[in-house]
């Protein structure tokens, strides 16, 4: 198993690196001087000519490549211009509220649509299973955003239960920090509930159908020890790989979910970096988010020795 | 992006299913119907824009701004000609009309969703035959593919547009370029699966030249996996589009689309809902109409797999 | 598994019990300020950039040697007294006693004139009162001097300027950074101190009441008057972005002040329970299209004048400010209502119609070059403007490309002098606050110096003429002709297009009192009651 453990992890090195790449690259092809958009709009030509001999632009792509992957290595994602402050310490400030965003709405997600999965495998074909069919295309079907407006006028404006936006770091309370975060949390969570449910659904189904479903049956367990014992436990794998899959979803429904209920997390900084035209923010953003998908990817692939042992490699 | 993986995993076997009947299958079944149907109402609507009681989504007057639907108003012509209008979705905050710039967006909403697929569906069997059949390239290709699905799309699209100017190409390019990857890795294991088979290896024995095995016995074997693809593909770019507007990255807000109108009326959202909502139900009827295609093309194309997703 | 069950059945409880008892609304601390400013703070150097934000910022820590009050008259305020010799050459001043620094430095001359000299680097009208300056010095910590060549109608004004660039006094070893590096020490001698290390751009800025800060005993008015501050801390809340949003954060009381509501939710404000709109500043700002004097067409005069015939204000100002109360034409390029907004000069475009400048477009000799005018997506408050330009110059016969982008390349777009064609550019439109543009010699617009001023490079000697008399002339009624003369002027080379003013009230919980009126956004002696509001 270490093996598998060590190849596997070995096997995200190169994807990293050709990320790295890309996001490289993609400067690079901006028409316009690289050294004066990283400087911005207001500096002078002794910063743009400071800036630039500092990245080695007058070297060779690959000379700058090895420049740019060296600083990287030793964690300086550079200067943002805009926020005026390291990359690193703005994306270690943006952190946390991003991060409780996306774990809750993972909690909720599976919590919620794992228990709907299963109960339609079960009673398949009746209309629990039809509802919950046509609900989840709904649920990729509507915009993010219209889903929060709709959510902030019915639960915050007219019965004022939640806050209408913003965030509580959690060092203020517990209590704070929930409350700020369910809204968006469910917003989030909808999408990401109508693609596990499927999933849980068919990969249940099928199991369902085996011959060791029949024995256990007929073994007299109850349904329900059946059902999660057995069966779940058998479709866990593709269920993981979605759960994994779906993190590049989250990321991108957190950019819009941070917009609209102003949560300063990383989803924002993109949009304001974007808007900003500030490329180091806008490198080292995607960066991490690219890296942080890879790794949650390399945990749901790890995570599969746990759930069937019959992987080995 | 939405259900492009999962779905991805399970057309794969449709593939290796015989043809005969198909059409038939394909016809008859609800979804397709249903789907297809609406989608072709949607084209309907995009073709016939200017004779639908439409006036120029771009002519606005300050003295019609912020009419509720069904209200009438003035709209002043170029040439300065006032017309009496009646607002069937109401005006927005500069004074335009919304019905028109939601029937106009119907085809920018089509175009993108269109393009974006077929601009992934090319790329990605040119480049998913290559790594299938060339074995020198497969190694660095899915690798670099693998890097590219491992940028969120979104974040993808957002630098993209961000880099280039704000145009329809560089939207749709932008929208497109993460779906390749998917595309590649379909058309990729459809060729390494159909290589393995007696017809093709006796093709290959009698010497065929490659060009005409690719082309000639497994492009066609690929066609209905990857129309299912694409249909998942289209949805997705609508869906794109309509978020990077909102965020204020996608197309330049005079271009009526239903994201930019939405992007527009959000300030005013609790005063003048109209104007979130007209093109959000647009939107949601139009992206729920081609995930229903999707499915009911999966589910006709592979049987099999229809029980599963 | 019924274990199971009754386990599952137990925490789900205990999660919504938790859940109801945090449903109970947050605590509002009566000594916190949470305020929504018009933009996000990024720079905080208030010399190095004209930008509002960074402004409002430097009221907050730091203080000026004069004021403006709300009568636009200049009134001292880190000055005690101050006296002129009688060939107006030699001005002498004296600090009140008290002021120190956030770090326990009294305030000296040395420190004034040393930020008087980096502000008269950057700032146009400390630019111009550099030219008269021979030299500066401080005889005693407690006093400065400043020798000048000749005399000069506008010391006073340049001190005092209430906006950007504002002349605020910061410590000598910061103000001897160089003007075109932004500063890194931000301590000062205003009524709040700045929190650093709260500071998250992007997220919230953070200042707290300067217990040390001695105010002057009038009451407050404009940017003059004493500085009280009644509250312990300001939030500025830099995540709320969404104008809907904001607009529903203010009316469920999660914050308290929102300083620039877009004109779309004023509706909704007014409907609100507990929330007033404050119309603080009554000279509001005022709109403006600039033209491109070194690129065709608007190198021509005569398609200049056609051009200005057409954008005529009322339709600007109904499309982008909408509510009737708020907004009014006004025929000067100085604000009306001050001392130099006349109308003077301004016929060609007041009393203009649609008919009149086809007329006068197809008179100039146009070829129908397509006019580029950039059109900012991501900024409210000027958002509509150039729609209503490109129609009401297609209207006229213009040919007209509208260009979409965000304002930072605005910006940058904008002091390119290339082709349209190239990166350049044809029209772009702006709003400016009162006191930027109130008088010949702030008004950045009415320089033409050529490639010197302004974006948009107008060349024309007669008026810079009338604006060198008018920077040394000392009596008011020369200085009011002078400035009628400059806009009659500027109006027939048609410089710029003033569009129209109009104010831009904050909106406020009903429970804080006690706003200052005056120009700019000024965030002391206010009080918020005890209870939500």
Redesign the interface.
């Known amino acids: 198993m270490w093996t598998f453990l060590a190849r596997r992890i070995a096997a995200t090195i190169p994807v990293l690196l050709v990320v790295a790449v890309l996001v490289f690259l993609m400067l690079r092809l901006t028409p316009g001087d690289p050294a004066a958009i990283l400087a911005g709009d207001a500096a002078t030509t002794e910063q743009i000519a400071a800036i630039r001999a500092s990245l080695g632009l007058d070297r060779s792509l690959a000379a700058q490549f090895v420049i740019w992957f060296g600083n990287l290595l030793s964690g300086d994602l550079g200067q943002s211009f805009y926020f005026r402050m390291n990359v690193t310490t703005l994306i270690g400030q943006r952190l946390e509220p991003t991060l409780a965003l996306a774990t809750l709405t993972i909690v909720l997600a599976v919590a919620v649509a794992v228990p709907l999965g299963v109960l339609a495998a079960w009673r398949f074909g009746g209309w629990f299973d039809r509802a919950l069919m046509g609900f989840s295309v709904l649920g990729f079907s509507i915009p993010v955003f219209v889903l929060a407006y709709i959510l902030i006028y019915v639960v915050s404006l007219k019965l004022g239960w939640l806050p209408v936006q913003g965030y509580q770091r959690l060092e203020n309370g517990v209590l704070p920090f929930l409350r700020h975060l369910i809204l968006p949390s469910i917003t989030l969570s909808i999408v990401y509930i109508a693609l596990i449910a499927r999933v849980t659904r068919a990969s249940v189904l099928e199991a369902l159908g085996e011959d060791y479903i029949r024995t256990a049956r007929a073994k007299g367990l109850p349904e329900l020890r059946v059902l999660v014992h057995h069966a779940l436990a058998n479709a866990a794998v593709p269920i993981a790989t979605v759960i994994g899959i779906g993190v590049a979803l989250l990321i991108g429904g957190v950019v819009v979910t941070e917009s609209v209920y102003a949560i300063p997390g990383l989803g924002r900084l993109t949009v304001d970096a974007v808007l900003a035209r500030d490329f180091p923010t806008i490198q080292g953003v995607i960066l991490f988010f690219s890296f942080a998908y890879v790794m949650v990817n390399l945990l749901v692939d790890l995570s599969y020795v746990f759930f069937d042992p019959r992987i080995r490699y | 992006m939405n259900a492009t993986d999962i779905d991805a995993l399970s057309v794969e076997h449709a593939a290796v299913r015989r043809q005969a009947g198909a059409w038939e299958r394909v016809r008859k079944n609800w979804s397709v119907r249903i789907g297809g149907v609406a989608m072709a109402f949607l084209l309907l609507v995009a073709l016939a824009a200017p004779w639908l009681g439409t006036v120029d989504p771009t002519l606005f007057d300050a003295a019609s701004r912020d009419l509720r639907p069904g209200e009438t108003g003035e709209i002043t012509t170029l040439d300065g000609e006032t017309l009496e209008h009646r607002f069937v979705m109401g005006s927005d905050s500069f004074g335009r009309d919304i019905f028109s710039r939601v029937v106009y967006g119907t085809r920018i909403s089509l175009l993108v969703g269109f393009s974006s697929a077929v601009v992934a569906l090319v790329f990605g069997i040119l480049l998913g035959l290559s790594a299938g059949y060339l074995r020198r390239l497969d190694g660095p290709l899915m690798r670099v593919m693998d890097g590219v699905m491992a940028i969120p799309a979104i974040l993808l699209a957002i630098a993209l547009v961000a880099l280039w100017k704000a145009s329809l190409l560089t939207v749709i390019v932008a929208i497109a370029i993460p779906e390749i990857p998917r595309v590649t890795r379909l058309v990729r294991s459809l060729v390494l699966t159909i290589r393995e088979e007696p017809y093709v290896e006796a093709a290959v024995a009698l010497g065929t030249p490659t060009p005409k095995i690719m082309f000639g016995h497994i492009l066609p074997n690929t066609i209905a996996p990857l129309l299912v693809q694409g249909t998942y593909i289209c949805a997705a770019a609508i869906l794109v589009e309509a978020i990077l507007s909102f965020l204020g990255v996608g197309l330049p807000p005079d271009i009526p689309t239903w994201g930019n109108i939405m992007a527009e009326g959000r300030v005013q959202f609790i005063a003048y809902p109209h104007n979130v909502f007209f093109p959000g139900i647009f939107l949601a009827v139009t992206v729920l109409a081609v995930n229903i295609l999707g499915d009911g093309l999966r589910d006709t194309l592979d049987p099999r797999m229809a029980r599963r997703l | ?1 019924p274990s199971v069950a009754r386990t599952l059945t137990l925490a789900l409880l205990a999660a919504a019990g ?2 109801v ?3 109970a609304p ?1 605590q509002n601390d009566p000594k916190v300020l949470r305020i929504v400013p018009h933009s ?1 703070l ?3 150097d208030p010399i ?2 004209t930008q509002y934000m960074a402004r409002n910022h430097g009221y907050m820590i730091y203080d000026t040697l004069f004021g403006t009050d709300e009568k636009s008259q200049v009134k001292p305020q880190m000055v005690e007294a101050w006296t002129v010799s009688p060939d107006n050459r030699l001005w002498t001043f004296t600090l009140r006693p008290g002021l120190g620094f956030h770090d326990g430095a009294p305030v000296t001359g040395e420190d004034v004139i040393a930020s008087i000299q980096r502000w008269g680097k950057r700032d146009a009208m400390g630019q111009k009162l550099m030219t008269f300056v021979d030299r500066m010095d401080s005889p005693t910590p407690q006093t400065f001097r400043i020798f000048l060549r000749e005399a000069c109608g506008f010391v006073l004004e340049a001190l005092g300027k209430p906006s950007s660039n504002v002349p605020f006094i910061m410590p000598k070893r910061v103000a001897e950074t160089p003007a ?1 590096k ?1 500063i890194e020490d931000y301590v000062g001698s205003g009524p709040y101190v700045f929190r650093r290390d709260e500071f ?5 800025a953070v200042y707290v009441k300067n217990a040390k800060y001695v105010p002057r005993k009038e009451p407050a008015s404009g940017t003059a008057g004493g500085k009280v501050v009644y509250i312990d801390r300001v939030e500025w ?9 904001q ?3 203010l ?2 009381g ?1 914050i308290d002040i929102l300083e620039r509501p ?1 004109f ?2 004023y ?2 404000l007014k409907k609100a329970d507990g929330v007033a709109l404050v119309n603080k500043d009554p000279l509001g700002f005022q709109y403006m299209g600039r033209f491109n004097h070194l690129q065709p067409p608007f190198n021509n005069q005569k398609i200049r004048q056609a051009a200005l015939a057409a954008m005529s204000q009322e ?1 600007f100002l ?2 982008q400010v ?1 509510v009737k109360e708020f907004y009014r034409p006004c025929p000067s390029m100085f604000t009306c209502g001050t001392p130099y907004g006349s109308a003077k000069g301004s016929d060609i475009q007041s009393k203009s119609n ?1 008919k009149k400048a086809q007329e006068l477009l197809k008179a100039s000799g146009y070829d129908g070059t397509p006019i580029v005018i950039l ?1 900012p ?2 900024l ?1 408050s000027i958002q ?1 403007l150039p ?2 330009a490109a ?1 009401l110059l ?2 006229a016969g213009f040919k007209v490309d ?5 304002w ?2 605005v ?2 777009r904008r ?1 390119k002098k290339d082709p349209p064609a190239q990166g350049g550019w044809n029209i772009f439109l702006t709003a400016w606050v009162a006191p930027d543009i109130w008088n010949p010699l702030t008004n950045a617009a009415v320089g033409a110096q050529g490639e010197k001023s302004w974006f948009g490079w107008p060349t024309d000697p007669e008026i810079e003429k009338l604006r060198d008399e008018f920077a040394r002339a000392t009596d008011e009624p020369k200085k009011k002709a002078l400035a009628e003369a400059i806009q009659a002027r500027a109006f027939e080379v048609a410089t710029h297009a003033p569009l129209g003013e109009y104010v831009n009230p904050l909106a406020a919980r009903k429970n804080v009192t006690g706003f200052v009126i005056g120009p700019g956004d000024i965030y002391w002696n206010l009080k918020k009651g005890d209870r939500g509001g």
């Open positions: 598994m938790l859940a008892t945090g449903l947050a996000n990024n720079i905080l190095w950039t075109d932004q998250k751009p992007g997220d919230k809340n830099l995540a709320l972005r969404d104008a809907q949003a607009v529903n954060a009316a469920k999660e877009a779309e939710s509706e909704q339709p109904r499309a909408g649609m059109k997506t991501d409210a509509k729609d209503v129609q297609r209207q509208l260009q979409a982008m965000d930072n390349t910006v940058t002091a």
